[in-house]
């Protein structure tokens, strides 16, 4: 990123002339996606795109990325290279980035590309998150700060997503809709009826406010898949009365995920259709 005159942009050739600082000596393809975009601008098409370079690619791939999203495209990548079989499976793929940008003080850039180039030269296969001094699950993990450079942690479902799609269907809209107290049953409405496919984020152990169960059930062809507002815990189908509308309406349990879980996952199952 670089000083822009609305605040940070994107810039093109940092990570390229970081390179060398920080692997001197080793030698490193270096590919950029064009336009080169804020994290906040990433969605399924930019999950393809990287999904191509990656399948081309002869060797293990880091990808230098936001953090805004970098929780969603760690688990897009980890659920659309398990529809790849063995041949996914067997990837090295590194995610990376910072909180504070190369070249600004204080910036942990530098050592976070350091450790994601380590990572990868280690070939353990799989789809990593390499920030602040740790290596993480990509497909499971959240950002649980928006500023502290020890940013990301674990977060949903550990266990490794079940083989679908390869790609994404960028003519589907999948969203995140979450249920909070006073929301009405038109604004609900409005919000579900633009979408091929929701992800609820319910209270607690799974419930939902009462006046909100007829809603749902007009949209029980939707594809639904609830996940707590709870960081951790996950849903507990038929423990409370207040629930008993979402699974009325079909909605479908979604475990121990994480909302980008749940939304890359059941994207993924959608452009199967």
Request: aromatic residues 4%; negative net charge.
């Amino acid at each position: 990123m670089e000083e822009g005159p609305d605040g940070l942009r994107p810039a093109p050739d940092r990570v390229a002339a970081a390179l060398g600082r920080v692997a001197p000596g080793l030698v490193l393809e270096h590919q950029k996606l064009e336009p080169l975009v804020d994290s906040a601008d990433v969605g399924p098409g930019i999950w393809n795109a990287l999904l191509a370079r990656i399948a081309a690619a002869p060797g293990p791939v880091i990808v230098t990325h936001g953090t805004d999203t970098m929780a969603f495209t760690g688990a897009a990548l980890d659920a659309a290279l398990a529809g790849l079989g063995q041949a996914g499976q067997g990837r090295v793929v590194v995610l990376t980035g910072a909180m504070h940008p190369l070249g600004l003080p204080g910036s942990d850039a530098e050592g976070n590309l350091g450790l994601a180039i380590a990572t990868a030269v280690a070939g353990q296969p799989g789809v990593h998150l390499a920030f602040g001094g740790k290596v993480l699950a990509a497909g499971a993990v959240g950002k649980t700060h928006s500023q502290d450079k020890d940013a990301f942690q674990p977060a949903g479902d550990p266990a490794p997503p079940a083989a679908q799609a390869r790609r994404f269907d960028q003519q589907k809209t999948v969203g995140i809709v979450t249920l909070t107290p006073g929301l009405s049953a038109r604004a609900l409405a409005a919000q579900l009826a633009g979408l091929d496919g929701a992800v609820l984020r319910v209270f607690g152990a799974g419930t939902m406010p009462g006046a909100l169960a007829e809603t749902l059930l007009a949209f029980k062809d939707l594809p639904m898949v609830a996940v707590s507002q709870c960081a951790a815990g996950g849903l507990e189908p038929g423990a409370y009365a207040a629930g008993a509308g979402l699974w009325a309406a079909g909605v479908e349990n979604g475990g121990l995920m994480s909302p980008e879980q749940a939304l890359t996952r059941l994207w993924l199952r959608l452009s199967l259709a």
